[in-house]
């Protein structure tokens, strides 16, 4: 095949390009985070911390973003799909290890939308109250498989569409914050505001903890890294800029809320941002703007969930092929070109944790569905960012070129810092949490047990782990 | 004529392959450029189906691996077997290299028969056959005793 040869260098424009330029990939980035918890959370970490509590968004999107630092130096050094169990595995090179890391990653985006489909219940709640929350849920999580089945996923334009739409949403709340002041109404101690007699590192900490779900969604951003056009280059400052970009909207909308919503009255809310439109603020009928931003949250929190169910498929189709989870998982639509049967799964598992909390609500135990397993999300993602942090500088001076980007190292310590107090402080305050990411992981224990006795071995990938070295 | 031979990694593009080997004069083809297309969003970016070769994390290496597989079917032939490996949707890829190729025909396959395409509108085969800038041969599946899980 002498004559087939082409090589990159000779290749003709098309040949080898890659498609997610920096641009996309921002937006990839913002469209991630923002979904995953401002809509969703914010009323209950106003209710942690009181007024002041962006400060929680401001230190929890710090924290999130020196993270964000490693996962950008690693993705620019190992530009593929595979993310944290990759860059485990790259740097300790010990399967159960990288088994571990692979199912806590797919373990916090189960438990992620699972969260993500009860806030988008609520905000479904605020318009048309018919149906039951469960229900919904259900609904919702059966949906986004279909929608995920179909490929609208993969549509770039929708995805930036659904970004825009989010960030639409949050100015409008801004926009109400920016008049409210105008108008000389606002009470800016409020800002400065704790509502416990605690210690206030405590209650920024307690905040922290719980806002960290805002921020989660980034480490997603590893699903496009094979194709983004000049990684290098790209993916430090889509990553780093898409972050910091929703730190500072996180900031400025917790600060509106705050300024134009009591905080009582924000913390007592299901879906808090429509207090802020409620506060009929703006010159527009009220029931009309409310409606209208219970779309762009139920728009924003779909975004967001698409993407985590696009990581739970991909992940359990990783494992599948690479024989550490039954085969059943690598099985692929024949014209659709899906991964059907770990989507289904998948909504399987998404819908066996939210009708578990309804029923654990049902019989008397106090459960909010939301915040129970972001709680869950974070506790199990803060252990995968503390492994990418060790991680990467397990890998420094390995697979480095000139083009390497390097995160700073004394803001990537600051990070492994962070996380492992913020780690810390879940388990302390909230052991049961513990449970239920026991119960996810015990999942892809099970898993790998089915396979192991049940699974044919193929004899190409037996002792490759979840990634092949270089 | 250029032809273009796209592949989604499945097996029935690799039936496409063959047919379009089975019944054309390779002295009539000058080119063929076999066109694998990367969808970056979707779950699974390109899932390799006809090279037998494992999946390594890497959905490049699946795209390459399947488009080394279509173009073996041609090993020998005569026509010259370019390999392009492109990303973005299948469809509109599969119509830009046509025209950049200024293909004289393109060769698809069908999909299944499955109930997702009876009632889902919008598969790369029907895209492909309304947009493309030149003939466009879709190879529908086997008949349907044949057809395995």
């Given amino acids: 095949m002498a004559d087939t040869a082409t090589a990159p260098a000779v290749d003709d424009e098309g040949g080898l390009k890659r498609s997610i330029t920096g641009r996309l990939l921002f937006f990839y980035v913002l469209g991630d985070v923002l979904g995953s918890g401002i809509y969703v959370l914010i009323g209950s970490v106003a209710g942690e911390v009181g007024g002041a509590f962006w400060a929680a968004f401001a230190v929890g999107v710090t924290v999130a973003g020196f993270t964000g630092l490693a996962y950008a130096e690693l993705a620019t050094k190992y530009p ?9 595995n790259k740097a300790f090179g010990k399967k159960p290890l990288t088994f571990l890391t692979t199912v806590l990653y797919l373990s916090a985006t189960f438990a992620a939308a699972g969260s993500l489909a009860a806030g988008f219940s609520q905000y479904v709640a605020e318009v048309w109250d018919a149906p039951p929350a469960l229900l919904v849920m259900i609904a919702f999580i059966i949906l986004l498989a279909v929608l995920n089945f179909i490929g609208i996923t993969e549509s770039v334009v929708a995805n ?92 400025l909308v917790s600060m509106a809320a705050a300024l134009t919503v009591p905080v009582d009255t924000l913390a007592d809310s299901d879906a808090a941002l429509l207090e802020v ?119 420094r001076g390995s697979d480095e070129s000139e083009k390497t980007f390097r995160a700073p190292s004394a803001l990537l310590v600051l990070g492994l810092i962070g996380n492992v107090v913020l780690l810390g402080y879940v388990i302390a305050t909230d052991p049961t949490s513990l449970i239920w ?24 990938s037996t002792d490759t782990g979840a990634v092949k070295g270089a | 004529m250029h032809v273009v031979v796209a592949t989604d990694g499945s097996r029935q593009s690799l039936a496409a392959a063959k047919q379009l080997k089975a019944f054309a004069d390779p002295a009539k083809i000058t080119e063929i450029s076999v066109v694998a297309v990367i969808r970056p969003l979707a779950s699974v970016a390109f899932a390799d189906d006809v090279s037998g070769s494992g999946f390594d994390g890497s959905f490049r290496d699946a795209a390459q691996s399947a488009v080394d597989a279509i173009a073996a079917v041609y090993d020998g032939w005569g026509p010259k077997v370019n390999k392009r490996i492109r990303s973005g949707s299948a469809a509109n890829e599969i119509i830009k290299a046509a025209r950049q190729y200024d293909a004289g025909l393109v060769v698809v396959a069908a999909g299944g028969r499955g109930l997702s395409d009876s009632v889902l509108v919008g598969s790369t085969a029907q895209r492909v056959q309304h947009y493309a800038p030149c003939p466009v041969l879709v190879v529908r599946p086997a008949p349907k005793k044949a057809r395995k899980g």
């Fill in chain 1, 160 to 251: 930036m569409l659904m970004t825009f739409v989010e960030v639409t949403g949050l100015l409008i709340v801004l926009v109400i914050g920016v008049i409210y002041v105008g108008q000389g109404k606002a009470d800016f101690s409020v800002l400065a505001d704790f509502s416990t007699d605690d210690n206030i590192i405590f209650a920024i900490v307690a905040g922290v903890a719980l806002s960290f779900f805002a921020m989660t969604g980034f480490e997603n951003v590893a699903n496009v890294a094979e194709e983004t056009v000049d990684p290098h280059k790209n993916f430090p400052i889509a990553l780093i800029g898409g972050m910091a970009t929703a730190g500072v909207i996180y900031v």
């Fill in chain 1, 437 to 460: 990411c026991a119960g996810l992981v015990g999942l892809g224990g099970l898993l790998y047990v089915v396979e192991a006795v049940f699974g044919s071995r193929n004899p190409d």
């Fill in chain 1, 80 to 88: 593929q799909a595979a993310g944290a169990s990759l860059y485990v």
């Fill in chain 1, 277 to 395: 439109v409620k506060a009929g603020i703006l010159p527009i009928s009220v029931t009309v703007m409310t409606l209208v931003f219970a779309v762009i949250a139920m728009i924003a929190i779909t975004n967001t969930t698409l993407v985590q169910v696009v990581t739970q498929s991909r992940i359990l189709y990783g494992m599948a092929r690479e024989d550490v989870v039954p085969g059943a998982f690598g099985k692929i639509h024949s014209s659709r070109r899906s991964p059907w049967v770990a989507l289904l799964f998948s909504a399987v598992v998404v819908i066996g944790l939210v009708v578990t909390g309804d029923v654990l609500g049902r019989i008397g135990l106090d459960v909010d569905i939301v915040s129970r397993l972001a709680s869950v999300t974070v506790a199990l993602l803060l252990v995968v960012y503390a492994g990418v942090i060790v991680s990467c500088f397990k890998l």
